[in-house]
């Protein structure tokens, strides 16, 4: 069955939760591997971006450790899409002993190739990160200039999220169907480590996304402690300014029109709608495109091109939204 519009009363907000989200400031080592004790944990680094010419990427590398030191899986993936369409799909699995990453700074190299340099800039102050790399016949080479101040936090199932880059400027090249193709916009990165299994026995995924105006950035997710009821957060970020955490009983998570589809209960219009004393926000989020992915045989991944429309004010002043970003859902059940 598939594309059935359903009226649901799923997706409601946990507002009574126990748990708290508290970001902090990072440093540029909680970039770098963080590795685990653990057998069984995956990390990853993540960025996507929006660009000119109807252009928007994503690149991941996430390692997968199944028995620590002696089953390791680094994968890459790169996507590349048109007006929210995918148009290219790529990755590539290497072993432990083709991955090499250093635990003081942002920098992976895969069979001897570097991947991601990050470095904070002595002069300005500014986050910049290179990713320059090739995964089977897609390559790309793309520079991340932070323009948000980052932050980090435990989530619910006691994984570590850093937000690097809240958004960066970007600029580079990406090339794909033998077409080399100059491009510009706006981007995120982000890196979650020590996602254990016991992660996905005690939580049944997330949402999440993150929306600009002209200087705010807003980034949101809502974790899922059962399959209907989930925990809403959101950071507000102003442009070259630091960063502003919204409670959870402030914030609401509101979908209003759904369908089944892969199998599954998909939003297709939902709204985020915030306020306390200091940050006030009204968007809804229409989806465009949906792109599904089957991970490990029993989660389901879909990324989705937004439009969003609407308002953010933080402090006394207010910018509207009218543009495409990007968002995820993850589900472990």
Not at 53 to 62: A, D, E, F, N, T
Not at 77 to 90: A, M
Not at 199 to 211: E, L, R
Not at 287 to 296: E, N, S
Request: proline share 2%; hydrophobic share 35%.
């Amino acid at each position: 069955m598939a594309d059935r519009k359903i009226k649901t009363d799923e997706y409601k907000n946990n507002k009574k939760c126990s748990f708290s989200f508290s970001p902090t400031d990072i440093t540029i080592k909680d970039d770098a591997f963080h590795g685990s004790r653990s057998s069984r944990f995956t990390e990853w680094w993540y960025f996507d971006a929006i660009l000119d010419k109807g252009y928007s990427v994503q690149l991941s590398i996430r390692v997968l450790s199944i028995i620590k030191n002696r089953l390791v899986f680094i994968i890459p993936r790169f996507d590349i899409y048109k007006d929210g369409k995918l148009e290219k799909h790529t990755r590539k699995k290497y072993r432990l002993k083709d991955f090499h990453a250093s635990h003081d700074i942002p920098f992976v190299k895969l069979a001897g190739k570097q991947f991601i340099k990050g470095h904070v800039d002595k002069s300005t102050g500014q986050w910049i990160y290179d990713l320059s790399f090739e995964i089977n016949d897609a390559s790309a080479d793309l520079r991340f200039v932070g323009c948000t101040k980052g932050w980090k936090g435990k989530n619910p199932g006691g994984d570590g999220w850093g937000v690097m880059l809240p958004r960066a400027t970007v600029t580079g090249k990406i090339r794909y169907n033998g077409k080399e193709i100059n491009v510009k916009g706006v981007g995120y990165h982000d890196h979650n480590w020590e996602v254990k299994a016991s992660a996905a026995m005690s939580n049944f995924g997330w949402y999440w996304g993150k929306i600009n105006s002209d200087n705010y950035t807003i980034t949101w997710a809502t974790i899922f402690k059962t399959r209907n009821l989930g925990q809403p957060l959101l950071v507000a970020n102003t442009k070259n300014k630091g960063y502003v955490n919204v409670k959870t009983e402030n914030i609401n998570f509101v979908v209003t029109d759904t369908h089944i589809e892969n199998g599954k209960l998909l939003p297709h219009t939902f709204i985020l709608d915030a306020h306390d004393e200091n940050v006030s926000v009204n968007i809804t989020m229409k989806v465009l495109d949906i792109h599904h992915v089957k991970m490990m045989l029993i989660m389901n991944y879909w990324r989705f091109h937004l439009h969003c429309k609407g308002s953010i004010k933080i402090g006394s002043k207010e910018e509207l939204i009218d543009e495409t970003h990007i968002a995820e859902l993850l589900r472990f059940k």
